[in-house]
């Protein structure tokens, strides 16, 4: 007996991420790409009006909005905490969900690659990343563990939890075919791997791997009024989980000069220079190299 | 006596287009690097509510509205409209302008470089496209000849026309440090020029260059709902001022499927990819080569 039988894919849940939007629409042209033996597969536009607008949310950002609390919140009205509570329904409820598992489909204009992010060690999903990045050498797994019920990720409605594919550099508001290409294999490769699971087979067995663990959100430098002062390095630009050590050049000022690394401690870099985090002056993410283990075969767990 | 008295450097005329918004933020603080000994340098901010908004424009792109008789029409109302008449008083009128030169900072998604963009052959312009190529060697000569009362880009607004300093590849809501340092770098060659010709010295002598000329935006393939169908091919992607050969890919559909260029003729692409442009469903710019003549001695014409 199955032990996946529903899977959603999710796409649009930043609205000006085109590439999971038309992913989706080529898949209702093209069911049998995304269609296995022994699951179903639903196609899910999440946020259609942020899409319309072509910005990355109306009101808040539509992927931090799936805690349970917030979630069972009727004061939060906005309209991503609204879409979070439909999509809530139509997934869920998170409590006890209708749906197993959730590929969520994204892209960063960061120069991150291929990234496989997951926020849970169920063997399931690390299981799937570790089968996607046999498949895809060039995938870094991004992992940063948080309680299902506390997860404000859109995957974390599953029931089994999901998983977001994360790819970039491409600008907001496009899609490159690079990047829709890579996307779309490796949501291919997810699916193949449920149905292996599904199938009682062993796609990967226990082992570690390296992967890396979000740190801190790390602000660009600002004046007294609240402008931003400062820019990504240009020797940082692009150099995402490479390493940062102290003294490093981590900024680059409006006049040019430069502000080093003074932590103490050797750092990596994720989401550098991401748009979609200007607003609120985010520079980059500081990330830490862990080792990520998959501590039972996915296929008996 | 100086043939050039005020010089105006504008920036954020596409709201999301931060560089030149931030050059501005930067040469308030440190005048002395865009002062001159014999003309004055202003600094604008020309669309404040689309920057603030972090977006290309609010009703409409601001820098198709400096015809003449759109600055002259009262029915053209949208804020862009009303912008473009705020910016025509500060700097104008069009017919005889206070302002004697416009450089106006841009950036674009595509992997264009360090473009010169200039819609005259007037020697004083063509011989500043000159001169920042021969300091900036990597940078393409960009032109469109208009006649100026005719041009509705907002450098058209200046006595002597202007020049756009167009600079990619960076996404849209945010900052590159170099694309940031090489905007910066032209601003000071476009300055230095216009000081060595009020000196009445040739910084740059009557001669023939290679540039590229506007010949037509080319849509995205679209289905009947009007939605687009395709997208850049991976194979030209970044690959502005590169040739396009007749059989050449052009598109990808989404099902990854090949587009040919169909057409006859050898062309050149540029904007390729541009965000701005996909709300038109606009994939590219088709170019020709063209040669630029600088006809006289702009010290001397």
Redesign the interface.
């Known amino acids: 007996m199955s032990r996946i039988k529903k899977v959603a894919i999710t796409g649009g849940t930043h609205g000006n991420e085109l590439t999971g939007v038309?992913?989706l629409?080529?898949w209702r042209?093209?069911p049998e790409e995304v269609s296995r033996t022994n699951f179903a597969t639903e196609l899910h536009l999440a946020n259609p009006q942020a899409n319309k607008a072509?910005r990355r949310y109306i009101d808040q950002d539509l992927n931090r909005q799936f805690k349970i609390q917030d979630l069972n919140n009727p004061c939060l009205s906005g309209y991503e905490h609204s879409r979070a509570k439909v999509i809530n329904t139509l997934l869920g409820p998170k409590e006890n969900p209708r749906v197993d598992f959730i590929i969520d489909l994204h892209t960063t204009?960061a120069n991150m690659g291929m990234t496989l992010i997951f926020n849970t060690d169920d063997p399931l999903v690390v299981g799937m990343a570790f089968y996607v990045q046999d498949k895809m050498p060039e995938a870094t797994l991004f992992f940063d563990p948080v309680e299902r019920l506390e997860d404000s990720f859109l995957t974390s409605t599953a029931r089994f939890n999901g998983f977001l594919i994360e790819v970039g550099?491409v600008?907001?508001?496009?899609?490159?075919?690079?990047v829709?290409?890579s996307t779309?294999e490796a949501t291919k490769h997810c699916l193949d791997y449920l149905e292996l699971i599904n199938q009682g087979e062993s796609p990967v067995k226990p082992q570690v791997r390296e992967g890396y663990r979000f740190i801190e959100k790390v602000k660009l430098p600002e004046n007294e009024q609240g402008?931003?002062t400062a820019?990504?390095?240009?020797n940082l630009?692009d150099q995402d989980y490479q390493p940062i050590n102290p003294g490093d050049p981590l900024f680059?000022k409006?006049?040019?000069t430069t502000i080093p690394y003074q932590g103490k401690d050797k750092v990596y870099g994720a989401f550098i220079?991401?748009?979609a985090y200007?607003?609120a002056h985010v520079g980059l993410s500081f990330m830490e190299k862990v080792e990520v283990s998959l501590k039972n075969d996915p296929a008996n767990d």
């Open positions: 038309h992913l629409k080529h042209e093209a072509n204009t550099a600008p907001q508001g496009l899609l490159r075919a690079d829709y290409q779309r402008e931003i820019m990504v390095h240009p630009q680059m409006l006049d040019g220079n991401e748009a200007y607003d």
